[in-house]
């Protein structure tokens, strides 16, 4: 659908003309040509060629003039003061559009950049791009940026932000911007021009004195810019290459108010409080030794003693859902992985091969191979499927020194894993078992939010992935009605996909609202393929089993960084390596302490007796920084009674109880995995929730 001023022009030549027409157009006065804008809603407006978005935000509405930051045209972020010279579908972004505060970011950097400019003329300036939470801006400098000097550098972008200074597109002739920058000695822009500008007439903004070799588009002043605070300076090359200069990088939070601002600062707060590395060491969970190696946590007594709680608490849950429960060994022959494909499409994350005599030996990135050999190890009849076999299956794989991280990336981690072999016919029901699976271990470690993922094969990256269409579009139609029959919501990730076929990931997001897969179900009919499996059907005949591959709880290493940062250090009792503390209030009680302490460990219960010769004060204090659910304080009146006082972590003192009564609550409240705190409001992030469960 063309318009009027389109007669006679190809797309192509008004694309090319998009600058200059409008000198033309008023060239031909009293002809001004009319064009055709089309709103999001579908509604059409005429307007004259050389009309701005502004001017048409300004018709629709004046509110939506002032709210507006940046214009959408045929796809393309325009500022709102770019002549529009052909018809086009026209969005005005207010800061409710995500594209539209990444521009405002934008413009944020080149404030920041302005302020700096103002402030050490000397600088030398590099980029200044928006990130996800805001920006940052790149400077050389011969003395660091100090705390001091990102005061004064903020006070200096309120004050230009408070004058409103409009952003200002200017069309420079080439060799003019590289003058320009050469008589300011600003050398890493003129490479930029040089390598970047590759038409005859160079796009800077201009900020007051501020100008910048930049494309925009940004918004049109400085005013609106409100919510941003300068977080911090790092180092970094000049263009990324080790042997450049070193810039110093102003990284800077920027929302859109300060309401927004203020709830990220206070999730970053929360995310240190919470960080499962800090919260480790403090609490005694695991520790990182050089000696043994990067990404190779060792398991400190209580650390070990909540994942042990989770192994077995995993074990019976599949137990009871008959599962097959068999140990395989760590490593295999490399032969192994070339028969399952791994061999071919996940080398690159497998550590190198042992040479012994004979063979070579690897160690396991995955389980799912030796599983398959421990189903082929007898003749099986359709009357054995499904068979479920699992294992708490420790594995490797070769991550990059850069992305190991406490217990949340590591090199060797134990996944509670299974597959289970079944007929095509029986995938449905298997798939909705391993759901409700997930779902009751989700409400038993007081996991609430989490979303569905269906992670499918990047189609333009196809080598990554074993060729066979029609095997890729069955398991996804499949997963597709699986996850229907279940009314679940999913959001499809295309290039998340294993290499042997497409799978379901239920995804928890952090603090920071960052997501990761925890569970996953996968449907395979590559590997059974590979290693020919069967099992003699009804008819007689022999068939060809399907594999599901799933993790219920993740790996524990990953499992436990998360509950350690969910539950802020603080585990439920049924979790908490320590559940209850016995605070004598001098050694006085001691006997009696001893005995308490002694019911208690009969009765099943983690309890540490702090004999200390403290103050009762300094127990209490150290007991809450330890996070014990329960401290039982022991004095005279308790010891005369029998009775013990209790005090709980968030409740405070709940008074003196008969200690069989203390011991029988306790008792519940373990076995109903009570949660006894709220589940903390930041793990409501609006990413996790977005696509979290429906009903
Ligand atoms: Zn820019
Ligand atoms: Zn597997």
Redesign the pocket.
Known sequence: MKGPSAVGATPEARLSNRHGSRDQNEGSKGKMATLQITLPDGATREVPSGTTAAEIAQQISPRLAKEALVARADGELIDLSRPLDHDVKLAILTSKDPDAVQVLR?SA??LLAAAVIDLYPDVKLGV?PPIETGFFYEFLRDQPFTPEDLEKIEAKMHEIAAKDVPNERKLIPKAEALDLYRRSNQQFKCELVEEKAIEPMVSF?TTGKFI?F?RGPHIPSTGRIKAFKLMNVAGAYWKGHEGNPQMQRIYAACFVDQKELDEYLHKLEEAKRRDHRRLGKELGLFTVNDLVGAGLPLWLPKGATIRRLLEEYILEKERQADYEHVYTPDLAKVDLYVRSGHWAHYHEDMFPPMDLETEQLVLRPMNCPHHILVYQSKKRSYRDLPVRIAELGTMYRYERSGVLSGLSRVRVMTLNDAHIFCTPEQIKDEFARVMRLVEQAYRDLGITQYSYRLSLRDKVNVGKYIANDEMWDLAERMLREAMDSLHLPYTEAPGEAAFYGPKLDIQLADVMGHQETYSTIQIDFHLPNQFDLGYVGADGQEHRPVMIHRGVISTMERMVSYLIELYAGAFPVWLAPVQASVLPVSGKFEEYAKNVAQQLKDAGVRVHLDDRNEKLQAKIRDAQLEKIPYMLIIGGKEAEAGTVSVRHRFKGDLGPRPLEQFIADLQQEITTKAIDQPPPAEFGSEKAAAGTKAK
């Open positions: 934008h950097a080149h200044g903004y910048d930049c």
